[in-house]
T-cell receptor, first 110, second 115 residues
Framework: KNEVEQSPQNLTAQEGEFITINCSYS?????LHWLQQHPGGGIVSLFM???GKKKHGRLIATINIQEKHSSLHITASHPRDSAVYIC????????????FGKGTKLTVNP | DAGITQSPRYKITETGRQVTLMCHQT?????MFWYRQDLGHGLRLIYY???????DKGEVPDGYVVSRSKTENFPLTLESATRSQTSVYFC??????????????FGPGTRLTVT
């Protein structure tokens, strides 16, 4: 079973700062997910990536398959980015069953 | 409405009672999942289903039962609720048929309290 380590657990930033959240895992995977959970509880998928980098607006996700590591970056952070960010990946190989990091609670102050 | 819905959104029940949480999706996605989310543990898979009438256990299945007689519905039943089952429950389904790059879509969650 894949083990997922996400860091940091909590992160407080000032508006405009560059944010990095990290995710490491133990077993090779086909793809990794980054999810966002809003204060109201809803969960949305931000990215799913299997290699390289993906960008959506101010959010950038990267993955290094060899090092078993992924990062989520937020450029020019804004208070509306305040949320819990969760990485998720297959429990083994290409399985549809996911295991999740414990999440990073991001607070962006104005 | 298109998408994935859960009902009820909030439920308070007593220890020992049977409770069923409903999940409905309108996309005809083949895979559906039930997760629970607890402080300190994050999201954990309870059960999943690859298609109608095909279900399998996840990481924390004890005390739960699922069924999937129709593709669009995936109910989760707590046969005899315990306080340890107080949690937020999320249903999810998998999108397009590209097996390696399938984005999961989550329902809004059900907050269950067992007293």
């Amino acid at each position: 079973k894949n083990e997922v380590e996400q860091s940091p657990q909590n992160l407080t930033a000032q508006e405009g700062e560059f944010i990095t959240i990290n995710c490491s895992y133990s077993v090779g995977i086909s793809a990794l997910h980054w999810l966002q959970q809003h204060p109201g509880g809803g969960i949305v998928s931000l990215f799913m990536l299997s290699s390289g980098k993906k960008k959506h607006g101010r959010l950038i996700a990267t993955i290094n398959i060899q090092e078993k590591h992924s990062s989520l970056h937020i450029t020019a952070s804004h208070p509306r980015d305040s949320a819990v960010y969760i990485c998720a990946l297959p429990s083994q190989g290409g399985s549809e069953k996911l295991v999740f990091g414990k999440g990073t609670k991001l607070t962006v102050n104005p | 409405d298109a998408g994935i819905t859960q009902s009820p959104r909030y439920k308070i029940t007593e220890t020992g009672r049977q409770v069923t949480l409903m999940c409905h999706q309108t996309w005809s996605h083949s895979y559906m999942f039930w997760y629970r989310q607890d402080l300190g543990h994050g999201l954990r898979l309870i059960y999943y289903s690859a298609a109608a009438d095909i279900t399998d256990k996840g990481e924390v299945p004890d005390g739960y039962v699922v069924s999937r007689s129709k593709t669009e519905n995936f109910p989760l039943t707590l046969e005899s609720a315990t306080r340890s089952q107080t949690s937020v429950y999320f249903c999810a389904s998998i999108g397009p048929e590209d097996r390696l790059l399938r984005e999961q879509y989550f329902g809004p969650g059900t907050r269950l309290t067992v007293t």
